[in-house]
């Protein structure tokens, strides 16, 4: 019987996109000439607070456009993972929980009560908890991912870095658009958007999205088709600028998913228990990953409020706020001040035994309210002296509880529940000073205080059988920093070296057990980053960046096991005391001839315990409220990370009188995942490759393109996992599609 066991460098500075397309997202039309403009572009960010280009930015960071991000067709976090090296991003058991890693960084857990080592942030505000970053991303004007903790200018703590979304603005013209995409397994896709004053000091801007159809599943037995996506988004911004020093911006933003969700597959053969239906029966393997299947006990199903006939769906409504006022004081010091509301229900209903055996069927119900504040005060004018100092502060309360059927495998409904409360107050800072007009040194500190507590867990087993463990606080006290120095010998040459430590929260596991012990906290984790990196222009057209990496672990969170007398070995987050990761990461960037670019970028990273014992599942023995066990050690073992990463892109405009036509690839190589449930769930190694063709006119406000997505048919796996560990479970990637994309925009 298993409850709750989780089934389941440097330097790539710009995602250097192919030449902009004409999209509908674009608040102006993009001539074919600057399409089609040779050299090597730069990408303006603000990732260390201040508006500055990617090459000029002495951080390990890459940049992706919103026209390349609606290109490829982006709208979720999650699909960043073959657009950015280094980043790997694993949907627990196939659902909405995205368990996030940069250069190994990471944190495996399919509960949602846990910080992400990765910081997730959109227009400013903070997503503390991994499972609402899952909303719909549109209207983008750029997406910005820096590697290593980034605690001495950002709210939240992480070890592993930062992923921002920064939206598109309010346009000083009147301008709209619209973008569809049509495709295979209709597949349908469109965006819109309305922008413009609504007087000399007050600008609006409003776009929506909706996802449809794009199925590419069956059920094995039935036929039934699943898969389709139903998913709506909006959202809309005032600024109001009443002086010329002040700028007031209101967001508000709203959505829902009710899609069918991407079915589970049986990748190995599943012998059924057969509990109450009399005999164990054999489930074959589906040796087709567009076969899937589902069932729903009629008891089950009233409990989660469902139809004991509904396909595997989520039903999650997202909704919120925030308000940013930036006022120059002075001319050199800016106050800005960002408040931040947000609502997320998530009901999710999952099969992860993928069959009608009614063995291990899930339905989750969390709500997540999150409140955040963030004040800041920093220069404004580019000089020997620069600096930012804020303030952060964070309330966090969720209400959680999943259902667990193991009607037809163990004889009964499993209930759990909770609710968890995090409060967050930070303050935190950074400058940096010019030593010489070439040479420049760089500090920041934080502290953080968080209290995190864990409230009236209980799991049910049954209709009358309730364990409760009661209840539990942790929290943290922590200094954290960073000290660099930037080298700058000559125009187009920047050299710099990082030492940072950053910490990420530590927490609870509350998975399905009657163990007192399952939900003692583990501790916060440590991550000392040292980074030497460089970043060169080699005249207009070739830029080579690269960087290496060397983390020191502390504590690192390890989803593990731990011994109880009363009911043997349970999962549960450990600490492992130390381990380490180091690596590399290098990008070429050249445009040799008018019209043409290509960028290149490859990396590569390798992690190992250096003092780990954990406990050998096989050296279990005893019975009921004897259970024994010895430990292992595991120094020297690999950490289960992805070593290899490889990605490239090739775009070509060809100016056809009057028109312009561009041609488009890009192309991703992650190496095998390793699992650390054993080689069985293992990852393969992958290739995916993507092309685009577009036409528009040089001067016009119209795109008509053709676009393939995994057009080699790659076949590949995004997680593999088990619940209870005779159904072997895996979700596919999906398959080859192609379709259209329309755009008109004024």
Not at 129 to 140: C, E, H, K, M, N
Not at 231 to 260: C, F, M
Not at 497 to 511: I, Q
């Amino acid at each position: 019987m298993r409850f709750g066991f989780l089934g389941g460098c440097a330097l790539v500075a710009i995602a250097a996109s192919a030449p902009q397309i004409a999209y509908a997202q674009q608040t102006s039309a993009a001539p074919a000439s600057e399409a089609a403009a040779s050299g090597v572009d730069d990408i303006v960010v603000t990732a260390q607070r201040r508006v500055d280009t990617v090459q000029n930015t002495a951080i390990a960071l890459t940049a992706i456009t919103g026209d390349e991000l609606a290109r490829r067709g982006l709208t979720n976090v999650n699909q960043l993972q073959d657009t950015v090296p280094s980043l790997e991003v694993v949907p627990a058991f196939g659902g909405g929980q995205p368990q996030f890693r940069l250069r190994g960084v990471g944190f495996d857990d399919y509960a949602t009560n846990n910080a992400s080592t990765v910081g997730v942030y959109v227009d400013d505000v903070a997503y503390p908890v991994p499972v609402t970053t899952q909303s719909a991303l549109f209207d983008i004007e750029r997406v910005e991912v820096l590697r290593g903790p980034q605690g001495t200018l950002y709210g939240r703590n992480t070890t592993g870095g930062a992923i921002n979304f920064i939206s598109r603005k309010p346009t000083a013209q009147l301008s709209a658009g619209v973008n569809l995409e049509y495709g295979r397994y209709d597949q349908f896709k469109g965006e819109a958007f309305v922008s413009g004053p609504l007087s000399d000091t007050l600008r609006f801007r409003v776009a929506a999205i909706t996802e449809q159809g794009g199925g590419f599943q069956t059920n094995r037995t039935t036929g039934q088709s699943l898969g389709d996506a139903n998913r709506v988004s909006a959202k809309g911004t005032l600024e109001w600028k009443p002086s010329a020093t002040a700028t007031i911006s209101l967001n508000v933003h709203g959505g829902y998913d009710k899609s069918q969700l991407t079915g589970l597959y049986l990748f190995k053969d599943f012998t059924t228990h057969g509990y109450g239906l009399g005999t164990p029966g054999l489930i074959p393997a589906d040796t087709d990953t567009t076969k899937t299947g589902w069932g729903f006990s009629p008891t089950f199903a009233a409990l989660a409020g469902v139809s004991s006939s509904a396909r595997p769906l989520r039903n999650n409504v997202g909704q919120g706020g925030s308000l940013n006022a930036a006022i120059d004081l002075t001319d050199n010091v800016r106050l800005t001040s960002i408040s931040a509301y947000d609502y997320y229900r998530r009901r999710e209903l999952q099969s992860w035994d993928a069959s009608n055996a009614n063995e291990s069927e899930l339905f989750w119900k969390s709500d997540v309210y999150v409140f955040s504040q963030e004040v800041r005060l920093s220069s404004t004018q580019k000089s020997a002296l620069n600096w930012v100092a804020g303030a952060y502060y964070s309330n966090q309360v969720q209400h959680e509880g999943f259902l667990s059927d193991f009607t037809n495998s163990l004889g009964f409904i499993v209930d759990t529940h909770y609710r968890q409360k995090v409060q967050s107050i930070s303050g935190f800072g950074q400058v940096s000073y010019d030593v010489t007009p070439k040479l420049t040194l760089v500090g920041g500190l934080r502290y953080e205080h968080e209290t995190r507590k864990l409230r009236d867990f209980g799991t049910s087993i049954g209709p009358v059988t309730t364990f409760t463990n009661g209840n539990r606080d942790t929290g943290l006290d922590e200094v954290s920093g960073k000290a660099g120095l930037e080298f700058r010998p000559q125009k187009g040459l920047l050299l710099y070296a990082n030492v940072s430590r950053g910490v990420k929260s530590g927490g609870f596991t509350v998975y399905n057990s009657p163990n007192s012990n399952q939900i003692d906290p583990f501790k916060p984790e440590v991550l000392y980053a040292y980074e030497v990196g460089v970043k060169a222009d080699i005249g207009p057209k070739l830029r080579i960046d690269a960087s290496a990496f060397y983390y020191d672990y502390r504590d690192q969170q390890v989803l593990g096991t731990v011994l109880s007398q009363q009911s043997g070995l349970i999962g549960r987050i450990t600490n492992a005391p130390k381990s380490k990761i180091w690596g590399g990461e290098v990008e070429v960037v050249l445009a040799p001839v008018q019209g043409l670019k290509i960028t290149q970028s490859v990396g590569y990273k390798y992690g190992e315990y250096s003092k780990y014992e954990a406990i050998d599942p096989t050296s279990l023995a005893g019975s009921i409220g004897n259970f024994t066990a010895t430990t292992i050690d595991q120094a020297g073992k690999a950490l289960p990370i992805a070593r290899w990463s490889y990605q490239g892109s090739v775009a070509y405009t060809v100016p056809l009188g009057g028109y312009a036509l561009e041609a488009a690839g890009d192309y991703a190589f992650r190496d095998k995942l390793p699992s650390f449930l054993g080689a069985t769930y293992d990852l393969d190694k992958r290739w995916i490759a993507n092309a685009t063709l577009t036409l528009r006119p040089e001067q016009g406000n119209w795109s008509i393109g053709l676009y393939g997505r995994n057009i080699f048919n790659e076949k590949y796996d995004l997680v593999r996992n088990y619940f209870l560990p005779n159904a072997k479970v895996a979700q596919p990637g999906r398959p080859a599609t192609y379709g259209v994309q329309l755009g008109y925009h004024f």
